[in-house]
């Protein structure tokens, strides 16, 4: 499929959504992949189980010795990096941004002083001046999955999402084990290139790597459903390989990153798809609900919404802090009480904000509320006396729920 189809795609499936408040969510994302895909950003991950050496090779492909590593779990959050000229900004969950000198980092992106990542942070974005990142490419580290910190394996699942190409690293002194496998089965979902490396090749002898390589090759061979694969063997503690991954890394970028975008463009589409149509489902069955449990959902909503005005009355300071944390409470009783993702937009917060009087916060606070009663009761009908109505959104959803699968059936499949 060819980049122009995709975005075609893309566009129509983003007005399909656009137009049923029900799958709020899913249009965000569509339209998030429409603006990925007309800006062309390629992102580059690595990603593997814990301790397996990825910000250690990070530093080593960056040329700058910037990501805290460690002998027991460290990478706690996701750590973007981009061209630029040094510098690293903190962005948090609730839309705070704040810019941080370098030797700062591990107080952020480290397990020993951000455990479970405690601090709220989403990710770390970092700039620096590496020749590897000059035409335009993001690169990330990620939380290594399988360790004790179930917060980092969920974050690395997570983020998963938004990689085009990964570079999944396996490590020379363990074979690949069934956490890797699952791993990596979630990550072929997504990613439309990936780069197999094998690291800290410098503890084993000549004849050790030849037998690892052979045992990982075949096995990774059956399970990405091909004849031959691709692998780096690399030390990132004396640099040997590492030329050949990066260099390996911006040919395909130079030369086919169109096609890289494509494929996982492809797969992002079929997963915002997935979601709507499960999304639509959930509609469906919630529309047949009984009263009685549709009524007691519908008061906890409400319970939350009273509380949430209830407290805006005594916050005196830092209104769009408070705005955001207000919203990621709604979207997390909303996702409890009705399995649905009811999105709002998180407004970043970058230092020096204007301040928002406390007449407007509050205002804005019952916009938010009214809002969310206001949608969720026409979403599913509630109290819908009217049966022409109730059959009306039934057909609908089903209308919506045709086409998105229609979609859905031209896209096609992956590559290694
Ligand atoms: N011998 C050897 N050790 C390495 C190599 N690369 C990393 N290490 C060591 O492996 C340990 C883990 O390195 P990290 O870079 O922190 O590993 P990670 O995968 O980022 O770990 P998490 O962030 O916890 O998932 C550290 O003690 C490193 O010094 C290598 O090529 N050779
Ligand atoms: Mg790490």
């Known amino acids: 499929m060819k980049k122009h189809d995709i975005l075609e795609k893309a566009k129509k499936t983003y007005e399909l959504l656009a137009a049923d408040p029900a799958v709020l969510g899913q249009t965000r994302q569509a339209a998030a992949l429409i603006e990925k895909l007309e800006k062309k950003d390629i992102t580059v991950s690595i990603i593997g189980q814990f301790k397996r050496g990825k910000s250690s090779l990070s ?7 910037i990501l805290p590593v460690g002998i027991v779990p460290i990478t706690s959050a996701v750590t973007k990096v981009v061209y630029g000229k040094r510098a690293a900004e903190v962005h948090f969950f609730n839309g705070v941004v704040e810019e941080i000198p370098f030797d700062r980092l591990s107080e952020f992106i480290s397990e020993q002083e951000n455990s479970d990542n405690r ?9 620096t001046p590496s020749k590897f990142l000059k035409h335009g490419l993001t690169f990330v580290d990620t939380p290594g999955v399988g360790s004790f910190h179930k917060n980092n394996t969920e974050t690395a699942y997570h983020y998963m999402k938004e990689s085009d190409a990964v570079i999944f690293l396996l490590s020379v002194d363990s074979p690949i084990n069934q956490i890797e496998i699952d791993f990596l089965q979630s990550a072929r979902e997504f990613a439309g290139k990936f780069y197999f490396a094998v690291n800290k090749t ?18 990774l061979c059956h399970m990405m459903q091909v004849e031959e694969i691709a692998m780096f063997p690399v030390s990132a503690r004396t640099g040997d390989g590492i030329e050949a991954l990066k260099k390996a890394i911006l040919r395909d970028y130079k030369k086919s990153a169109e096609e890289i975008l494509t494929q996982s463009a492809e797969k992002k589409l079929r997963d915002v798809i997935n979601s709507a ?9 919630a529309m047949n609900m009984e009263y009685k449990e549709l009524d007691e959902r519908f008061a906890a909503v409400s319970n939350t919404v ?15 802090i408070h705005l955001n944390e207000m919203k990621l409470e709604l979207s997390q009783k909303v996702k409890e009480l009705f399995g649905m993702e009811y999105r709002y937009v998180i407004e970043e917060l970058p230092a020096g904000l204007v301040q928002m009087n406390k007449i407007d916060f509050l205002k804005q606070v019952d916009a938010l509320c009214s809002d969310l009663e206001k949608t969720l009761s026409g979403i599913l009908l509630y109290r819908e006396e009217n049966a022409y109505a109730v059959v009306r959104r039934i057909n609908g959803i089903n ?7 229609k979609i859905r059936d031209d896209l096609t499949g992956c590559s290694v």
């Open 59 to 65: 530093n080593k492909i960056l040329e700058d010795e």
């Open 119 to 127: 601090l709220g942070v989403e990710s770390v974005v970092l700039r």
């Open 202 to 219: 410098d503890i084993v002898g000549e004849a050790d790597l030849t037998a690892y390589m052979d045992y990982c090759g075949k096995l």
């Open 277 to 285: 149509l499960i999304q639509l489902d959930f509609y469906w069955k």
């Open 306 to 320: 009273e509380e949430i005005k209830a407290s805006a009355a005594d916050i005196d300071c830092l209104f769009e």
């Open 399 to 405: 209308k919506l729920s045709r086409s998105l699968r």
